[in-house]
């Protein structure tokens, strides 16, 4: 069993930065792949960012390539995502993910965490 507990939301401007981080509890946290997904008001839930299990992968929505990172520390048992350039449409509730990659993205989530708001005002 993993715990998922997500910190570093906020409301920002367009253009600035948030770092998101994800906390993980419980055991065998280096052996999932982790990530994040995002839900916007009335949208379905949608892929972000991923990493592998040994952080020497990561995956990234088109959306979002080239300006959010996602990286992990597996003695911290945390997961980040830095977020720039931040528009008004990443505007969403962002939850973090812990299961399996393939194909470049998630192929199975295992666990989600509760999620963190994070508002970008135009």
């Known amino acids: 069993q993993v715990q998922l507990v997500e910190s570093g939301g906020g409301l920002v401007q367009a253009g600035g930065s948030l770092k998101l981080s994800c906390a993980a509890s419980?055991?065998?946290?280096?052996?999932?792949?982790m990530g994040w997904f995002r839900q916007a008001p009335g949208k379905e839930r949608e892929f972000v960012a991923a990493?592998?299990?040994?952080?020497?992968?990561?995956y990234y929505a088109a959306s979002v390539k080239g300006r959010f990172t996602v990286s992990r520390d597996n003695f911290k048992n945390t997961v980040y995502l830095q977020m720039n350039s931040l528009k008004f449409e990443d505007t969403a509730i962002y939850y973090c993910?812990?299961?399996?990659?393939?194909?470049?993205?998630?192929?199975?989530?295992?666990?989600w965490g509760q999620g963190t708001q994070v508002t970008v005002s135009s």
């Open positions: 990493i592998s299990w040994s952080g020497s992968n990561t």
């Open positions: 419980g055991r065998a946290f280096s052996s999932y792949a």
């Open positions: 993910a812990a299961g399996r990659v393939a194909d470049g993205g998630f192929s199975v989530v295992d666990y």
